[in-house]
């Protein structure tokens, strides 16, 4: 994985690069410098020569002689590294330095201008050698003149000098990798946000990427978010086939029912049973393709309305009073009037319906719907005084099975949708005990996150 | 008895009316909604069963026109998606009842009766007593200018005091009424009914007479 990292690779290539140009400039940086050295020695040699080429004459035999000889103290100690030599074709003149020994001649036919080369010398050293042809008179005669010097000093300076610009352009090698990695890291910023902003679309699909990124990121962004709305018209569309699907099932499964009836009241009865439970099973499949579409449509359109719980639980109760066991249940209802949950109201109403109808089922006399708002989440609770669950039965396995039957008789569907729908609006839902003694479902939505504050904003206008 | 069925699709309706018939009722059948709310509009039934999705005039509108023009026939509400919102939305138009479909004819005959039986209930229309007025075909109550919708429980519980206006019922008494049995559990609920029963019709109309039990406001101890 972190060889696709585009954060490795930008520095890995910043690094790589500021390292050659360094390495270049390096060697460029030192080839000056002994060019450099090297200029300063040829012009410290030419003083010296042209202080011997004053008093330097040739003898009647052609033999070169100098009155003065240079200065130089080296210039009398054997191998001192600074030589000269005078040579005529009838004889020739040196350093006492160069002891024995001579400077190696030209090769090629040396100019009257001062040259400088490099070649092997005496005593195995290397040789910066200064030369020019002179002519001391009028009669025409050429005299060689070459000044040297040993190249041990100019090659000492140059190392020193290559050591100290490598440790510098090192230092600054790290500098400029420190400040690559610096504009990495500014520079993919955006896309850090992208990501982020990625999690929370995977999290929440109605969530979309924020349209002030830079310039360069816009497409990308743009192009998700086209993607994303595609998306979710795509399974809005399924969903609402699905839903149409389900719906109009349920007409011909009526009447179905209606000729097993006829068929009951004809004496068919083993039919008339066969065809109720073919009817019952596809009701109950119908229902919760339909719960689960509901709960799909949700998690793509969002949450973005706070339900008016008081109203809703109201208008649920209403509903359930008249039916048979509703209709002997009291409602305790306690929900502050500023108690409100970030679900849109016909999805609370699926969810406290199918709670409330469940509560119910089990109360014997009273059923509790309680609102709190502890700072850190959103609680309805719903309780009843019915048997509760039996012990040892796991509150997950129930839920997710949508079978909160206390008395151990299926359930059925109903609460499906309840589990599918507090998962899609990023709520959680426990089982408890209630003040009342029966069964309490609690569901709970955390408080503080972007779809609370939206649905307190909504609330407030 | 004469009922409307008011169904759209053949079978589904044919098999009411004969199974309405059989339960020894006079059963008329709509096919849509503009003919039934003619016909609720125009004519006395007993009930009325109404599928909601109608052609021309769906059937939450028709319910809706009823209740409007002051027909006040119980209806039942038979609905095809079964969700709660739509549950709700019959009640709040007005229905008694829903059934889902698919629903057992058997279910659905019994639950015209009870609406049949809760209708006809007594005699006297409406009892007032004090601020309350009870009327006691549509299990409302008003109290001073305000229309107040009560749960079946609420109104029995009213009902029993209305009609015993000289006397304190006790907790046993009530939930004898109320349930048929008096059992564990039987005050707390209904000092429950009696909490939210007051805070629909105010706090001063229903009076605890401690250790005693329950009277409507202004009977004598």
């Known amino acids: 994985m972190r060889r696709r990292s585009l954060r490795i690779r930008l520095l890995a290539n910043a690094a790589a690069a500021t390292l050659v140009a360094l390495g270049l400039a390096g060697t460029g940086i ?50 001192s590294g600074l030589y000269w030599q005078v040579s005529a074709p009838t004889g020739s003149l040196h350093s006492r ?60 300076a140059r190392s020193e000098f290559e050591r100290e610009i490598a440790l510098s352009l090192a230092l600054l090698w790290l500098v400029l990798v420190a400040a690559a990695y610096v504009q990495v890291m500014l520079g993919l910023y955006p896309l850090r946000r992208v990501g982020r902003e990625l999690d929370r679309l995977l999290r929440n699909p109605a969530a979309r990427l924020s349209s002030d990124h830079p310039q360069e990121v816009q497409p990308l962004t743009a192009a998700i978010n086209a993607l994303a709305d595609a998306r979710a018209a795509d399974l809005d569309r399924a969903r609402k086939r699905a839903g149409d699907l389900a719906h109009g099932l349920k007409t011909p499964l009526a009447a179905m029912a209606a000729q097993s009836h006829r068929a009951r009241q004809a004496g ?35 949450t973005d309305k706070a339900a008016y719980i008081a109203q809703v639980v109201d208008d649920l109760v209403a509903v359930i009073e008249r039916t048979a066991k509703g209709e002997q249940i009291v409602f305790q209802v306690d929900l502050p009037e500023s108690f409100r949950v970030p679900v849109s ?117 | 008895m004469r009922l409307l069925v008011v169904e759209d699709d053949p079978d589904v309706g044919e098999n009411l009316v004969a199974s309405l018939r059989e339960a020894g009722f006079v059963v008329e059948l709509a096919t849509d909604g503009k003919d039934a709310w003619f016909r609720g509009d125009t004519e006395d039934y007993a009930a009325v069963v109404l599928d909601l999705g109608l052609p021309q005039l769906d059937g939450l509108s028709v319910l809706k026109r009823w209740r409007r023009e002051g027909r006040d026939f119980p209806v039942l509400v038979l609905t095809a998606r079964g969700d709660w919102t739509e549950k709700v939305e019959g009640i709040n138009a007005g229905a008694d009842d829903y059934m889902v479909k698919p629903f057992a004819m058997g279910e659905l005959v019994a639950r015209i009766r009870g609406l049949l039986r809760r209708a006809a209930g007594h005699g006297s229309p409406t009892v ?8 006691t075909g549509q299990q409302r109550a008003v109290v001073g200018d305000a229309d107040i919708r009560l749960s079946p429980l609420e109104y029995r519980f009213l009902e029993l005091l209305i009609h015993q206006p000289d006397r304190v019922m006790s907790v046993p008494a009530i939930a004898e009424h109320l349930y048929g049995t008096a059992g564990q559990g039987d005050t707390n609920a209904i000092e429950a009914l009696v909490t939210r029963l007051r805070r629909k019709i105010g706090p001063d109309i229903v009076e605890t007479r401690r250790g005693l039990g329950y009277a409507l406001a202004g009977a004598t101890p």
């Open chain 1, 30 to 79: 030192t080839f000056l410098f002994s060019r450099h050295i090297e200029r300063r020695e040829a012009v410290s040699l030419t003083a010296k020569a042209q202080e011997l080429l004053t008093t330097l004459r040739l003898d009647p035999d052609g033999r070169p002689v100098v009155a003065q000889r240079p200065s130089d103290s080296r210039y009398a100690k054997p191998a």
């Open chain 1, 97 to 156: 330095s160069l002891w024995d020994q001579s400077l190696p001649r030209p090769k090629q036919a040396i100019a009257t201008e001062w040259t400088l080369r490099r070649t092997a010398g005496p005593f195995g050293h290397g040789l910066l050698i200064l030369e020019r042809v002179v002519r001391p008179d009028t009669t025409n005669r050429v005299v060689l003149v070459q000044f040297a010097t040993d190249d041990e000093a100019l090659k000492t």
């Open chain 1, 268 to 302: 068919a009865i083993e039919a008339a049973d066969g065809l109720d439970r073919v009817i019952a099973s596809a009701s109950a499949t119908l229902e919760a393709e339909l719960a689960r579409a509901r709960a799909a449509a949700v998690r793509i359109a969002g």
């Open chain 1, 345 to 461: 109201t016909g999805d609370l109403t699926e969810m406290v319906g199918a709670l409330l109808e469940n509560a119910v089922k089990f109360a014997t006399r009273r059923v509790g719907i309680t609102g709190i708002t502890d700072g850190l989440a959103s609680i309805l609770c719903i309780g009843d005084d019915g048997p509760g669950l039996p012990e040892g039965r796991s509150d997950d396995a129930l839920i997710r099975g949508g079978r909160l039957d206390e008395a151990g008789q299926g359930h059925g569907f109903g609460l499906a949708i309840v589990h599918d729908l507090v998962a899609a609006t990023e709520g959680t839902i426990d089982l408890g005990v209630s003040p009342l003694g029966g069964l309490a479902v609690s569901l709970r939505w955390p408080t503080g996150g972007r779809d609370i504050e939206r649905a307190q904003t909504y609330a407030n206008d």
């Open chain 2, 128 to 135: 007032t007593v004090g601020r309350l007025t009870i009327h």
